[in-house]
C-alpha cells in the first residue's frame, strides 16, 4: 500500500527554521517524484519544491527559492524539507505527494506549520 506521512510541522517565529519529513511506504523515493505543497489558510494549495529523481532535478517556487532546501534520504525513503527564514506567509498546511504536479492520488495528511510574527 503507497502511504505518504508527513511530519515536523509546528509553531515557530518569523525568521526561525523547521524541517519537514515526508516517510514513504510501499514505493521508493528513488523512483519517483516526490513533491512538497503548501496551502495558506483561505487559499489553494500550490507547490513549492519537488525533487525528481529520474532526471536528477530539484524545483522551488520563487516564493521559497534561497530559503527552503528539498532532499532526499534513501536509506530513510524520506523526503525532507528544511525551511529556514521563516515568514508569516509561510503559515499553512504542507502536504507531501508522489509528484510535482499535484495530480497524482497519493498524498500525505499534512503537516500545520505556523509562523508567528
Known amino acids: 500500500e503507497v502511504q505518504l506521512v508527513e511530519s515536523g510541522g509546528g509553531l515557530v517565529q518569523a525568521g526561525g527554521s523547521l524541517r519537514l519529513s515526508c516517510a514513504a511506504s510501499g514505493f521508493s523515493v528513488d523512483d519517483y517524484a516526490i513533491g512538497w505543497f503548501h496551502q495558506a489558510p483561505g487559499k489553494e494549495r500550490e507547490g513549492v519544491s519537488c525533487i525528481s529523481p529520474s532526471d536528477h532535478r530539484i524545483f522551488y517556487s520563487d516564493s521559497v527559492k534561497g530559503r527552503f532546501t528539498i532532499s532526499s534520504d534513501n536509506a530513510k525513503n524520506t523526503v525532507d524539507l528544511q525551511m529556514n527564514s521563516l515568514k508569516v506567509e509561510d503559515t499553512g498546511v504542507y502536504y507531501c505527494?508522489?509528484?510535482?504536479?499535484?495530480?497524482?492520488?497519493?498524498w500525505g495528511q499534512g503537516t500545520l506549520v505556523t509562523v508567528s510574527s
Open positions: 505527494a508522489a509528484d510535482c504536479w499535484g495530480t497524482t492520488d497519493y
